[in-house]
Nanobody, 123 residues
């Protein structure tokens, strides 16, 4: 059973930056795909960024040019660097993983989820 642990959330002012981390205590094969999703109160969980088992990435239009997803297989960790944050980026951010699904923002493609980390951006 793969368990995911997120960290790095917090409160920042608009224009600031945060880096989220998602690590696992289990051995994770290189051919896992990873993604970040977020959910604001009263809204659907939406895909933010994903990196496939092949290293390809995809981003939601709302974060392109501001967010960057990366992975370090040696550390069993993936990262989401978030720059130029906006109040609308606020929400609970969830890490997700799945075996060989490519870079996808479809939450139904992922079966392994973390508990989430809160991001709050104030104006």
């Amino acid at each position: 059973q793969v368990e995911l642990v997120e960290s790095g959330g917090g409160s920042v002012q608009a224009g600031g930056s945060l880096r989220l981390s998602c690590s696992t205590s289990s051995y994770v094969y290189e051919n896992y795909s990873w993604a970040w999703f977020r959910q604001a109160p009263g809204k659907e969980r939406e895909g933010v960024a994903s990196i496939g088992h092949d290293g390809r990435t995809t981003y939601a239009d709302s974060v392109k040019g501001r967010f960057a997803i990366s992975r370090d297989n040696a550390k069993n960790t993936q990262y989401l660097q978030m720059n130029s944050l906006k109040p609308e980026d606020s929400g609970m951010y969830y890490c997700a993983a799945e075996l060989r699904v490519g870079a996808t923002l479809n939450r139904d493609d992922f079966g392994i989820w973390g508990q989430g980390t809160q991001v709050t951006v104030s104006s």
